[in-house]
């Protein structure tokens, strides 16, 4: 079983960035792709980014286009999410994922691919 943790999440002025970690422990050599994922209050939770682990392919969704960067850290088992140009619709929890279940055609973007959840970083996007 993998544990996951994040951190970096804070409060940001509109227009800036932040860089979010995610370490992750235990049996990570099953795991073939890490995700974020966000969730607002009253909101479900939805895709952000995604990379597979070892080929390092990156997968991102059309709302933060542009402005996001999904990068990972294989011997450190680490996964950061680099977020600029900040606007106020960012403002959510921010949690980060392990996929490590054998699926015959997993979807990066899809919530039940992934099997491990970490509790959750708060980002905060203010005016």
């Known amino acids: 079983q993998v544990q996951l943790v994040e951190s970096g999440g804070g409060l940001v002025q509109a227009g800036g960035s932040v860089r979010l970690s995610c370490a992750a422990s235990?049996?990570?050599?099953?795991?073939?792709?890490m995700g974020w994922f966000r969730q607002a209050p009253g909101k479900e939770r939805e895709f952000v980014s995604a990379?597979?682990?070892?080929?390092?392919?990156?997968y991102y969704s059309d709302s933060v286009g542009g402005r996001f960067t999904i990068s990972r850290d294989n011997a450190k088992n680490l996964v950061y999410l680099q977020m600029n140009s900040l606007k106020l619709e960012d403002t959510a929890i921010y949690f980060c994922?392990?996929?490590?279940?054998?699926?015959?055609?997993?979807?990066?973007?899809?919530?039940?691919?992934?099997?491990?959840w970490g509790q959750g970083t708060q980002v905060t996007v203010s005016s």
């Open positions: 994922a392990a996929a490590s279940s054998v699926i015959v055609f997993p979807r990066m973007n899809t919530i039940d691919t992934y099997d491990q």
């Open positions: 235990g049996r990570t050599f099953r795991t073939y792709a």
């Open positions: 990379i597979s682990w070892t080929a390092g392919n990156t």
